[in-house]
C-alpha cells in the first residue's frame, strides 16, 4: 500500500514522503496512530503543498543554523585545571563543560554530542570542531591552563597582542622603555 508518512519513521523514510509499506503495517499501525495517510490523488496534492512549507522550514532552519555557526567560529574557551608536571590533566575538560562555557561566553545552548572531540586530557591550546549540518563547521578554540596561572596567562596574551600591533604600526619600544636606555649609554 503506498502512503504518505506525516512524521519520520526510521527504515522507512521522512514526513512528506510518499512510500510503499506493507498492508498490514499501514492499516494496524501507521494510520491508526496518525503517522500515514492513504496516498490518494487529493492526499497527494495536499503532501506536495506540504512539502513545499517543509522546504521553506528546511531553508529557515538551515539559514539559523549558519548564523550559530558563524557567532561560534574562532571562539576562545579558557579553562583552569590541576595538571601533572608533564601537562597533564588529573581528570579531563568534558564536552559538557565546553559547551556550558559556551553559553556562558556567547548564550548559545549547544548539545554537547555536536562537538567533534573527546574529553580532553592535556595542557594547552586544542582546536575543537562543532558539527551543525550546515555549509560551515565553526571550530571553538579551547586553552587549559594550570590551575591558577589564567590570570597570568591572559595578561601575557595581552602583551604579546599590544607588542604585535605596536611591530606592525613601526613603533619600536614606548617612551618609557627608551628613557632608561639613553641614561644606561650616558
Known amino acids: 500500500m503506498k502512503v504518505i508518512l506525516l512524521q519520520d519513521i526510521y527504515k522507512q523514510g521522512v514526513a512528506g514522503e510518499v512510500v510503499e509499506v506493507a498492508d498490514g503495517y499501514a492499516r494496524n499501525f501507521l494510520l491508526p496512530r496518525s503517522m500515514a495517510l492513504r496516498a490518494t490523488k487529493s492526499a497527494i496534492k495536499?503532501?506536495?503543498?506540504?512539502s513545499n512549507q517543509v522546504a521553506v522550514r528546511r531553508a529557515a532552519y538551515d539559514?539559523?543554523?549558519?548564523e550559530v555557526a558563524r557567532l561560534i567560529h574562532d571562539t576562545?574557551?579558557?579553562?583552569?585545571r590541576r595538571a601533572a608536571t608533564n601537562g597533564k590533566l588529573?581528570?579531563?575538560v568534558t564536552n559538557q563543560e565546553?559547551?556550558?562555557?559556551l553559553d556562558k561566553v556567547k548564550g548559545i545552548d549547544l548539545n554537547r554530542r555536536r562537538l567533534a572531540t573527546q574529553n580532553i586530557r592535556e595542557l594547552g591550546r586544542h582546536n575543537v570542531a562543532v558539527r551543525l549540518g550546515s555549509e560551515m563547521t565553526p571550530i571553538l578554540h579551547i586553552t587549559i591552563v594550570r590551575e591558577g596561572e589564567l590570570?597570568?596567562?591572559?595578561?601575557?596574551?595581552e602583551r604579546q597582542k599590544?607588542?604585535?600591533?605596536?611591530?606592525?604600526a613601526g613603533v619600536t619600544a614606548p617612551a618609557e622603555e627608551a628613557a632608561p636606555a639613553a641614561e644606561a649609554q650616558e
Open 76 to 80: 576562545e574557551l579558557f579553562f583552569e
Open 98 to 101: 565546553i559547551t556550558e562555557e
Open 90 to 92: 588529573f581528570g579531563s
Open 63 to 66: 539559514d539559523k543554523l549558519n
Open 46 to 50: 495536499s503532501q506536495q503543498h506540504l
Open 162 to 168: 599590544l607588542a604585535a600591533e605596536q611591530a606592525a
Open 151 to 157: 590570570v597570568e596567562f591572559l595578561a601575557e596574551r
